[in-house]
C-alpha cells in the first residue's frame, strides 16, 4: 500500500521532476539509500527573516518556511507570487524553471546547488540575474520530512539573493560563508 505522500509527489510534475530515482539529476539519487527528499535545514532559515512565501514547499514539511506554504498537489509555479520568496527548488530538470520565476519576481532567496559552471541554469538565473550570492563554507547537512539529518547533498550550496534587501540580509544573516555582491 502506498502512503498518501508518495501518491501526491508523484502526481505533482515540478515538484517531483528531478527527484525520481530513474532522473539522475543533482539530488535526485537518494543519499546512501536513504531518501531523495531534501529539505531546508532549519538553521539556515533561522538567520533570514520572514518570508511571505515558499512556492514548493514539501508536503510534509514540519517547520515553517514562509506564511504562506504551497505544496503538492498544488503547483507553485501556476500559482501568484506575493512578496519575499523563499526557494528551494528540486534540484532536476525544472530547477532553471523555478530559478527564471524567482529571477523575473525579483524577491526573494533560492538555496540551490553550487554549480558555478552550468550554462543552462547558474549563469543565466544566478551569475546574469541575482544581486548577491552567499557560499556556504562546507557543506549543508539537509532533513527528511521526519526533521533528522539525511546527510549532505554531495556538493556545495549557495543562498542567491534577488532584491537589495535580500543581499543585506544575507551580509547579516550570521551564517558561514562568503557573500559576493553582483550588482
Given at each position: 500500500?502506498?502512503?498518501?505522500?508518495?501518491?501526491?509527489?508523484?502526481?505533482?510534475?515540478?515538484?517531483?521532476?528531478?527527484?525520481?530515482?530513474?532522473?539522475?539529476?543533482?539530488?535526485?539519487?537518494?543519499?546512501?539509500?536513504?531518501?531523495?527528499?531534501?529539505?531546508?535545514?532549519?538553521?539556515?532559515?533561522?538567520?533570514?527573516?520572514?518570508?511571505?512565501?515558499?512556492?514548493?514547499?514539501?508536503?510534509?514539511?514540519?517547520?515553517?518556511?514562509?506564511?504562506?506554504?504551497?505544496?503538492?498537489?498544488?503547483?507553485?509555479?501556476?500559482?501568484?507570487?506575493?512578496?519575499?520568496?523563499?526557494?528551494?527548488?528540486?534540484?532536476?530538470?525544472?530547477?532553471?524553471?523555478?530559478?527564471?520565476?524567482?529571477?523575473?519576481?525579483?524577491?526573494?532567496?533560492?538555496?540551490?546547488?553550487?554549480?558555478?559552471?552550468?550554462?543552462?541554469?547558474?549563469?543565466?538565473?544566478?551569475?546574469?540575474?541575482?544581486?548577491?550570492?552567499?557560499?556556504?563554507r562546507g557543506r549543508l547537512y539537509f532533513r527528511k520530512p521526519s526533521g533528522e539529518k539525511c546527510g549532505n547533498a554531495?556538493?556545495?550550496?549557495?543562498?542567491?539573493?534577488y532584491g537589495r534587501e535580500n543581499t543585506k540580509t544575507l551580509q547579516e544573516c550570521g551564517l558561514r560563508g562568503k557573500?559576493?555582491?553582483?550588482?
Amino acid at each position: 500500500m502506498k502512503k498518501k505522500s508518495e501518491t501526491v509527489l508523484r502526481n505533482t510534475k515540478h515538484y517531483h521532476e528531478g527527484r525520481s530515482s530513474m532522473n539522475r539529476g543533482i539530488h535526485s539519487k537518494p543519499n546512501n539509500g536513504h531518501t531523495n527528499e531534501w529539505m531546508t535545514p532549519p538553521e539556515v532559515l533561522s538567520g533570514l527573516g520572514h518570508f511571505d512565501l515558499d512556492p514548493c514547499a514539501h508536503p510534509e514539511q514540519p517547520w515553517r518556511t514562509a506564511k504562506e506554504m504551497i505544496s503538492p498537489p498544488q503547483d507553485g509555479l501556476a500559482l501568484d507570487w506575493v512578496g519575499r520568496v523563499w526557494l528551494n527548488p528540486p534540484y532536476g530538470a525544472s530547477l532553471k524553471t523555478w530559478l527564471a520565476r524567482l529571477a523575473d519576481h525579483g524577491n526573494g532567496i533560492a538555496l540551490v546547488p553550487g554549480r558555478t559552471e552550468v550554462e543552462s541554469w547558474f549563469w543565466p538565473y544566478i551569475w546574469e540575474r541575482a544581486d548577491s550570492i552567499l557560499f556556504f563554507r562546507g557543506r549543508l547537512y539537509f532533513r527528511k520530512p521526519s526533521g533528522e539529518k539525511c546527510g549532505n547533498a554531495g556538493h556545495g550550496s549557495v543562498l542567491a539573493a534577488y532584491g537589495r534587501e535580500n543581499t543585506k540580509t544575507l551580509q547579516e544573516c550570521g551564517l558561514r560563508g562568503k557573500v559576493i555582491v553582483l550588482k
